[in-house]
């Protein structure tokens, strides 16, 4: 029988990153019933993986097994061409214990100038992963390309959006109407792969 979810569902978001979760109940407009892993108080999984693939199965299944609920979880960051796809998958940890982007993004100026690099191009993935408790796992990987900017530049999105200008765009995803950014993320590119092969 082929994988479907059904509209409507209960599905459990495993992040615990209020900017990501922000932005997959947009994207997913709601076609489910949303529960935050937050309310059900699941813990974080130590991300243990070399990939978001890797990664973003491994925090679904987790969810779905303890929440006994179909789970969706995003792995995801940002990788920097003349960095070797740097921080990729420890984007989150480039921020630290407190989590704090001022530090990260920083850290991958920082870096720059150590290589002595001019190119600024960058990319942002994230895979989704669906796992069902006990049962299958589905993932997916969007990517959105674009160029660095120094210093960073406005506040209305989480993480690295303030030194990111996607490809054809001026605005850095700071700058950019939420929903802009969201027609067009990686995220967004990835559920439009999900909604292919679930929907
Ligand atoms: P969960 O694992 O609980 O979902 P996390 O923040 O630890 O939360 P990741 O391990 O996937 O998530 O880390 C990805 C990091 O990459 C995240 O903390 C952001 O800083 C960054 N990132 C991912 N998507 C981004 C986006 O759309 N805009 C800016 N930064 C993003």
Known sequence: MALKLEPGARLVVATHNPGKARE?????????????????????????????????????????????????????GLSVAALEGQPGVYSARWAGPGRDFTVAMRKVEERLEEVESRDLAAWFTSALAVAWPGGPAVVVEGRVDGTLTFPPRGDRGFGYDPIFIPEGHAETFGEMD??????????????????????
Do not use: C, W, Y
């Open 24 to 76: 997959l109940a947009q994207i997913l407009e709601n076609r489910f019933q949303l529960v935050a892993a937050g309310e059900l108080g699941l813990p974080e999984p130590d991300e243990t993986e070399q990939t978001f693939v890797g990664n973003a199965l491994l925090k679904a299944r987790a969810a779905a097994e303890a929440s006994g609920l179909i789970a969706l979880a995003d792995d995801s």
């Open 178 to 199: 939420p929903a802009a950014k969201d027609r067009m993320s990686h995220r967004a590119r990835a559920f439009e792969k999900l909604k292919a092969a679930l929907l």
